[in-house]
């Protein structure tokens, strides 16, 4: 059975309309099942469509399209891709022509990188304000960690466990948890307090979630990326499989409000993906 690389390898295929019947049906199937490669292929057709718009509007000689295609037949992956870009966009006129459309992808994948870091920002900001405002209720309320680690077992497609620790041992309390939506799929919701704030923190898998920009923070092996949004401290780091933003009103710098949760959690590996 094919994994999600194979069919992600196939995308430049896709595109160009160059699957075989039964290939072709075999990917649409799998897209109308995987999240994940849905939002890649979104982002390559974005993508070919802001190519499409910025490419040049002058055809090179032949002599320089057949030294391009020498180049890209004997290189490995990457040069392969580029050839993929090549055949889609026409010849680009020159050298100079030949390194924007380079830059170009590289900036504009960049700019949907950013773009998915953004949208997981923007729902962790939505389900908080939801959650601080009283219309998102926790479904299951409770400050023990094991408690609200099984309820998420079986309602979100992947596991993480949240440290065993009595309250005195961290900054905040835990009060309870809810499965939310991101991208078509669950999402875990923890909820926490502190200061008399509440804390909640999105987690999704990585396949859906990205993280990108901010002031990034270093520690224990992690980056962390903070946000100041609309009064909001947001915080987003990806591990083991798993991406995470916490958001809070909590004064304070990026680093400050990086150790709500990293002293207990990442700095020690205690949120594992199974």
Request: charge should be neutral.
């Amino acid at each position: 059975m094919k994994g999600c690389d194979d069919y992600r390898a196939s995308i430049p295929l896709y595109l160009d309309e160059e699957l075989e019947t039964g290939d072709y049906e075999n990917f649409r199937a799998h897209l109308n099942d995987c999240e994940a490669c849905r939002a890649e292929v979104e982002e390559e057709e974005q993508l070919s469509r802001l190519l499409h718009r910025a490419r040049p509007l002058y055809s090179a000689p032949d002599v320089l399209r057949e030294r391009i295609l020498a180049l890209a037949e004997g290189a490995r992956q990457p040069s392969a891709q580029f050839r993929v870009w090549i055949r889609r966009f026409g010849w680009p006129a020159g050298i100079a022509a030949a390194i924007l459309l380079a830059t170009g992808i590289l900036a504009a994948r960049q700019v949907l990188l950013q773009a998915r870091a953004n949208s997981y920002i923007e729902s962790a900001m939505a389900a908080h304000r939801s959650f601080v405002n009283g219309s998102l209720s926790l479904a299951v309320q409770s400050s023990s960690p094991g408690v609200v680690t099984a309820f998420f077992n079986g309602k979100v497609p992947f596991k993480f466990r949240l440290p065993e620790e009595t309250a005195n041992e961290r900054p905040y309390q835990l009060t309870g948890a809810q499965v939310v939506s991101y991208r078509g799929a669950h999402a875990a919701l923890v909820g926490y307090e502190m200061q008399q704030e509440k804390i909640s923190l999105l987690v999704a898998s990585s396949r859906s979630a990205v993280v990108a920009g901010g002031e990034q923070v270093p520690s224990g092996g992690i980056m962390f990326h903070y946000f100041k949004r609309a009064n909001f401290n947001v915080i987003t780091w990806s591990t083991h499989g798993l991406t995470y933003a916490l958001v809070s009103s909590l004064p304070g710098s990026g680093r400050q409000s990086c150790l709500v949760c990293h002293q207990d959690m990442a700095n020690h590996g205690r949120f594992t993906l199974q």
